[in-house]
């Protein structure tokens, strides 16, 4: 992946390649620290979906949010271009994307609550907000009870599974929203929870911009809050950052806590199909399991927390 790594700096562009570093920690795709004569640029081997259908335009929509983000000052790596003005360059049969380098590290959740609410804000008011319909898409019992026999599972993990199926089924009933209700979206990064932010200096960057896209602005922000908190306190606190600066009022009903649901699911679905070879994805899908099951047994009164913003 190294000579790769390289050639993709050189496919973008970026300037003779003096050194490379590979950049440890990534859940779904190989990142690399190329130095070149110009500066230093992260390359990015992509592979979670990397051949599925839309992958590409998807990614290439993204890419343009963020620039759009980028240029209107959104705290986030300089997305860098193939000659072309993509966002995707093929390298040796595999999907290659570039951002300028930044130093940082990952941010602890607890100390930037209200940092990663404010960042939130920024992105929903660098983007138009459209009213338009949600499209909620369920597991449901079934899938969720076939998932637990899914062969290669280890027993422990398909009990669990087993187990939380009712309740998993529940939580995407109670959290659905209404076919006819309107809501407000906006072209926004789509994932921001830590491990997708860098902490530089004293600034919080968005970074991964991979699942950017029109997002319904509460259930966006609700999921940050969750993702950010490890109780009903921190959750309410970073709304509450992001209510203020952001000016918008997140109504306090179930259907707000959908997306992170649905975001939840298919990240537990895509480990136990995909990666249940390996010991990250069995942690991922009982970790993700466990934080599913959490909301279910407050969902009340994360609903009540809400209100209070």
């Excluded at 008011?125 to 369920?138: I, K, S």
């Excluded at 939380?164 to 926004?188: I, M, N, Q, Y």
């Excluded at 997306?259 to 993700?288: D, F, K, M, P």
Aim: charged share 25%.
């Amino acid at each position: 992946m190294e000579t790769i790594a390289m050639r993709g700096a050189e496919g973008f562009g970026l300037g003779r390649v003096e050194a490379t570093s590979r950049v440890v920690g990534g859940l779904s795709n190989d990142m690399w620290h190329v130095t070149t004569a110009e500066g230093e640029y992260a390359v990015k081997v992509m592979r979670a979906h990397a051949e599925t259908a839309g992958f590409r335009a998807n990614v290439e929509a993204a890419f343009q949010i963020e620039i759009n983000a980028f240029r209107t000052g959104v705290p986030c790596p300089e997305p860098k271009a193939t000659p072309e003005g993509r966002a995707l360059l093929r390298v040796d049969g595999h999907w290659l994307r570039a951002h300028r380098w930044h130093e940082g590290t990952v941010p602890d959740p607890a100390e930037n609550l209200s940092a990663a609410g404010l960042l939130l804000a920024q992105i929903h008011r660098a983007g138009h907000v459209v009213q338009r319909p949600l499209e909620d898409e369920l597991m449901g019992i079934r899938r969720w009870t076939a998932l637990a026999r899914l062969t290669g599972l280890p027993g422990h993990v398909s009990d669990q599974l087993r187990r939380a199926a009712p309740d998993l089924a529940r939580l995407e009933s109670k959290t659905l929203t209404s076919k006819d209700l309107l809501t407000g979206f906006v072209a926004s990064h789509g994932d921001l929870d830590p491990k997708n932010t860098l902490l530089a200096g004293e600034r919080l960057l968005a970074v991964d911009w991979d699942a950017a896209g029109p997002r319904s602005f509460a259930r966006e922000a609700v999921s940050l809050s969750l993702d950010w908190s490890d109780d009903v306190t921190g959750f309410r606190r970073t709304l509450a950052a992001y209510a203020e600066s952001s000016g918008e009022t997140i109504p306090a009903e179930p259907w707000v806590f959908g997306g992170w649901v649905e975001a939840l699911s298919g990240w537990l679905v895509y480990n136990a199909e995909q990666r249940a070879h390996t010991h990250l994805g069995l942690q991922e899908v009982s970790t993700t399991c466990t934080r599913l099951l959490a909301l279910h047994q407050a969902l009340d009164e994360y609903v009540s927390a809400v209100e209070t913003n």
